[in-house]
């Protein structure tokens, strides 16, 4: 508290230096009115006696008054409240740029740079002095310069200008634009006409960033929406390899995943304290893991083992538990249940100027990786993934040298709808979880199989990152349903050219 | 050794007598007692039902043609409701444009462009203004949209599962695309409200019963091509691409180009289809082309016995029956009762309908080991 209190003191002393460059603002005249005094009259039916006790009162009030001036507000007139309101905003704000949360400070830094009061420019320069945080700063800096385009005051204005353009604010853009317009105009002054063409500078500099970062945000969407699918298609496409079978309940299978996410959310809202509540995410992780390789193995076992070598029908079959799935969940669950975001998964990471990741993407960014790194370790570094390789390549030797194949086809399709699992608990930190939710992927997941070519991790990795990217361009210029239809004409083209997927196998098997 | 079984005398004899049996029923019976008996017999069929049944016979169609390129020729196409929906839309913009100023908003335009603020009729409704067109475009549309896709997947030896995806994701696009409103078809609610045809109304039961006519006549129509077809040496040609495409390339002959034709053929039927479902049912919308429905489609040939054109019709029949009878008692068991349909009948009744009843046959009567079909390979 008394650090704050120093604050306030430096600040006070820097808006009584900064007195000459508010000399705009009526409500910043040298003011010497004790706040007692001030909060009483600032109820007053003579406007100049109200608009003196106001500034005197933004002058010294701190968050401390709010409570008061509420309860000053909620006895006064109409007009009288509209005007205090603006003040408690003022004052609230300006207590916030001292807030501990970075996020308070830098919302409190944005309301200050579009309320229009000039008054706040000093608190905003000493706040942007001390502040640690360099998204906050960057705001704080950029609030500042806003203001001061409104000063009354040649040099000011054309260093805010350039401190705008500096900082490549799109904030900024409509008051710079009104300038350049200001300066066009017939009868502008020499003065006006230098302040547009600065503005102009300061604008193309900001649009060739705008650009820029553009870029980078579709470039993130691309490979975020990649990394879903390629969560997605993976197992399926071991799945593909290993057995030639294409599992079209693979969907459902990320919704039994989605749903047990659902129900550890549940379960931990129920019976443990709420201070555990955010752990809930990480501990539906194996449960989503586990009851999706159950329901796996369970399909495996009932169904596809009996066809066997029929991959049409296998299809079909599973379409058919797909369905039923499906419904079940409509039926038991309803249309919509949400999975709530756990705190550290909310919010995101600022970058750049004008850039910003959510976490909740860059979550599922590393995970896919982490589970292309899982699945690479097991292919290759471990004994059943020796199998899987071995009886993806050729069956029947595998089986002559001693390799249980229905079982490591078994444990395979476990795993894979595991990992369907998996893409269904990342999922709800996207979506909402919905009896639907893995048709709105599946067919674009099938495409990404059919694209990398069978049972070829490398290639099902190119893919998504293909489909997906390509999704996340054409989106803009030709809309979601337009970047589709490019997207399976692409495809058709493509395989064309590559009849069996990027990374085929090549030889005798090729054709069987 | 998976010789088509219309290929065999005896049985060819007994699908020609069901067939004229077949036909009687659909074509000379089902009209008479629709007609004749006063309406509180019990041998009266309603105009409901007959329409209902000519819907059914529509779908049949579709399936006759589905049959010849999967279960004849062993290609999955899980996108025939983009055909069906393409014929669909043909005749439906004709009777869009023929309901003239009676529509709702008494524009030429249709409602829907009413609503969308479309000031002038597009270019490529125009043509549409004429009946002949429609109908030929009916079936040329989804022709030609079948000759280029079919040819782009034949061409690189797109086959078994990829095949079934690409189509698949062709059924989702449409759906998309359909749903548009600025593609200029009617969007998510389709076209709807038709008033006549030919100057004939349709909501009178004579118009209605006409049509149940010919679609019957399109149904036998079909039948005869897809038979003359399988009998054949094209036909001899599909069934070997099923069961063994390579030998087939060894013997010298092209797949690829047997595979488009059948294709297209398909496509072709698919058309007439969705042309003669759209005046019987009144309404078309992407609900009826997407992903779910060219799946079912599958599945009613499935369920009569693929590999068999009377399985075909017996399977859109039978399903179309039971699912208009069980979604008005049960609508929230449907789902569970075609997804385990599928299930069922791909593991345990591989034959379908007609395999069950062959089956039987063979028990019954001769008391012989039961005739196994092999299971078509990929």
């Not at chain 1, 969407?221 to 399926?236: A, K, Q, W, Y």
């Not at chain 2, 125009?126 to 896709?149: E, M, R």
């Not at chain 2, 017996?314 to 299930?343: D, H, I, K, Q």
Request: aromatic share 10%; hydrophobic share 50%; charged share 15%.
């Amino acid at each position: 508290m008394r650090q704050a209190a120093m604050v306030w003191a430096v600040i006070l002393c820097l808006a009584q230096a900064g007195t000459s460059a508010l000399a705009a603002d009526s409500s910043a005249q040298p003011v010497i009115m004790p706040l007692e005094q001030a909060l009483t009259q600032i109820t007053s039916e003579d406007d100049t006696v109200r608009d003196t006790a106001l500034a005197a009162v933004i002058q010294q009030g701190d968050a401390t008054l709010l409570p008061r001036l509420d309860e000053i507000r909620a006895g006064a007139e109409r007009p009288i409240r509209l005007a205090i309101k603006p003040v408690m905003d003022l004052i609230r704000n300006r207590s916030n740029l001292d807030d501990p949360a970075s996020h308070v400070r830098r919302s409190a830094a944005t309301d200050l740079g579009t309320s229009g009061r000039v008054v706040a420019i000093p608190w905003l320069e000493a706040a942007a002095a001390k502040e640690d945080k360099k998204w906050v700063r960057y705001t704080m800096q950029e609030a500042a310069a806003l203001l001061k385009l409104s000063l009354n005051d040649q040099a000011s204005k054309l260093e805010a200008i350039d401190t705008l353009g500096a900082l490549s604010s799109q904030n900024g853009v409509p008051a710079l634009q009104e300038m350049m317009t200001a300066g066009r105009a017939s009868n502008s002054t020499d003065a006006q006409k230098e302040l547009a063409k600065r503005s102009s500078a300061a604008i193309e500099r900001i649009e060739t960033w705008g650009a820029w970062s553009n870029a980078i945000e579709t470039i993130f969407r691309g490979i975020s929406l990649s990394s879903i699918l390629l969560i997605m298609s993976v197992g399926l496409a071991i799945v593909f390899g290993l057995m030639g079978v294409i599992n079209m309940a693979h969907g459902e299978l990320m919704m039994v995943g989605a749903y047990a996410t659902f129900l550890t959310q549940e379960l931990f809202k129920s019976l443990l304290p709420p201070a555990m509540f955010d752990y809930y995410f990480a501990f539906a992780l194996p449960v989503a893991f586990v009851l999706a390789a159950l329901s796996g193995l369970i399909l495996e076992a009932t169904v596809i083992r009996f066809l066997y070598g029929r991959p049409l029908e296998t299809m079909l079959a599973t379409w058919g538990v797909s369905l039923v799935l499906m419904q079940a969940a409509r039926v038991y669950f309803g249309d919509l249940t949400a999975v709530v975001a756990p705190g550290w998964l909310s919010g995101g990471q600022q970058v750049m100027v004008g850039v910003f990741f959510p976490n909740n993407r860059l979550f599922i960014i590393a995970l896919s990786i982490i589970c292309v790194l899982g699945i690479y370790g097991l292919l290759f570094r471990s004994n059943l993934g020796l199998r899987v390789r071995a009886v993806t390549q050729n069956r029947n030797m595998s089986a002559c040298l001693g390799i249980p194949t229905r079982k490591v086809d078994a444990y395979t399709f476990a795993f894979g709808s595991g990992l369907a699992g998996i893409a269904g608990w990342a999922l709800t930190l996207i979506g909402n979880v919905e009896p639907g939710l893995g048709q709105n992927y599946i067919v674009d997941s099938f495409m990404v199989v059919v694209t990398g070519g069978v049972g070829k991790l490398a290639g099902t990795i190119v893919a998504a990152l293909g489909i997906g990217g390509l999704n996340k361009v054409l989106e803009p210029s030709l809309g979601a349903v337009y970047g589709k239809v490019c997207i399976l004409v692409l495809v058709i083209l493509f395989l064309q050219w590559r009849p069996s997927g990027l990374f085929a196998i090549k030889g005798r098997h090729a054709d069987s | 050794m998976s010789e088509s079984p219309d290929l065999q005398p005896r049985q060819a004899r007994e699908v020609g007598l069901s067939f004229w049996a077949a036909g009687f029923v659909l074509l000379i019976l089902m009209p008479l007692l629709n007609v004749l008996p006063p309406e509180e017999s019990w041998l009266h069929l309603s105009d409901f039902s007959l329409n209902r049944f000519g819907k059914f016979l529509a779908f049949a169609i579709l399936a006759l043609g589905l049959d010849l390129i999967w279960g004849y020729t062993g290609i999955l196409s899980l996108g025939q409701g983009v055909f069906f929906g393409l014929g669909a839309y043909c005749m439906g913009m004709h009777l869009m444009l023929a309901i003239g100023k009676e529509s709702v908003y008494g524009s030429d335009l249709p409602d829907f462009m009413v609503w969308n603020q479309v000031k002038e009729l597009p270019i490529f409704w125009k043509p549409f203004y004429s009946f002949p067109v429609a109908v030929v475009g009916a079936i040329l549309v989804p022709t030609l949209f079948a000759l280029v896709f079919g040819f782009l997947a034949f061409r690189s030896r797109i086959k078994g599962v990829y095949f079934a995806i690409i189509t698949q994701a062709l059924a989702l696009v449409a759906w998309l695309v359909f749903n548009r409103n600025e593609t200029n078809l009617g969007g998510t609610n389709g076209l709807t409200d038709f008033k006549q045809l030919l100057g004939f109304r349709l909501s009178e039961p004579g118009t209605q019963r006409a049509l149940y006519v010919l679609t019957v006549l399109c149904l036998g129509g079909a039948y005869l091509l897809c038979r003359w077809i399988i009998r054949s040496r094209a036909g001899r040609v599909l069934v070997a691409v099923r069961d063994s495409e390579a030998r087939v390339v060894f013997s010298g002959y092209t797949p690829a180009n047997y595979k488009l034709f059948v294709f297209i053929v398909a496509a072709a039927l698919a058309g007439l289809a969705g042309m003669l479902y759209v005046p019987q049912v009144g309404i078309i919308t992407p609900a009826q082309i997407g992903v779910l429905p060219s799946l079912e489609m599958v599945i009613w040939v499935a369920v009569g016995g693929r590999g068999t054109l009377a399985g075909a019709v017996l399977g859109a029949v039978s399903v179309n029956l039971g699912r208009s009878v069980l979604t008005n008692y049960f609508p929230e068991l449907w789902p569970f009762m075609l997804g385990g349909l599928f299930v069922v009948v791909v593991l345990l009744f591989p034959d379908g309908l007609i395999g069950i009843g062959r089956r039987l046959r063979e028990h019954t009567v001769s008391r012989k080991v039961p005739v196994v079909i092999e299971a078509e390979r990929s």
